[in-house]
């Protein structure tokens, strides 16, 4: 009773407490009923109670400074237009890439061509210096058996007259 008196007082009238004053009475009564008929305790007298002191509601943690095994989940976080970019230029580097070695493939193939034409290498010999190659031997012999060294100057000097003649 004196506490809800308390109240009403301290909160300048704006808290009524007629509805809760008569609850709280109904269960005092409800209690003493119950006390004196089943559990005979004696009741103190509220003077007499000792004051409550405060409790903590919670303990302060101390801060961890040892932050050993903690990363922070935002450093992974990338801006979508960043991650654009990147697949942007991914894409581009692998087209770029695709071209270069389709160029370089077509231009191994030509090369391989010509060598065969050519009948490169397996025309060429080992010309270390030690001895003369056997199909240049054939190759002077077959210049002797035709005339010589006359012949391929004769052949040279007529070169012009032939250009001439077929023009």
Excluded at 13 to 28: P, T, Y
């Amino acid at each position: 009773d004196k506490v809800l008196a308390t109240a009403v007082k301290q909160s300048g009238g704006v808290f009524e407490c007629k509805d809760i004053h008569s609850r709280v009475n109904r269960a005092l009564v409800a209690a003493k009923k119950d006390n004196d008929f089943i559990y005979h305790e004696r009741i103190p007298n509220p003077e007499d109670l000792p004051v409550i002191g405060r409790a903590p509601m919670a303990k302060p943690s101390p801060i961890p400074t040892d932050l050993e095994g903690w990363s922070d989940v935002f450093t992974k976080l990338v801006p979508l237009n960043v991650q654009q970019a990147a697949t942007t230029y991914a894409s581009r580097k692998d087209h770029l890439v695709h071209l270069e070695i389709t160029k370089l493939r077509e231009a191994t193939n030509q090369l391989n061509s010509v060598l065969n034409q050519m009948n490169l290498p397996a025309a060429l010999e080992d010309l270390s210096g030690k001895e003369i190659p056997a199909s240049l031997l054939e190759k002077s012999g077959d210049v002797r058996t035709r005339g010589g060294i006359m012949q391929l100057k004769q052949s040279f000097e007529e070169l012009p007259q032939l250009l001439l003649r077929n023009e």
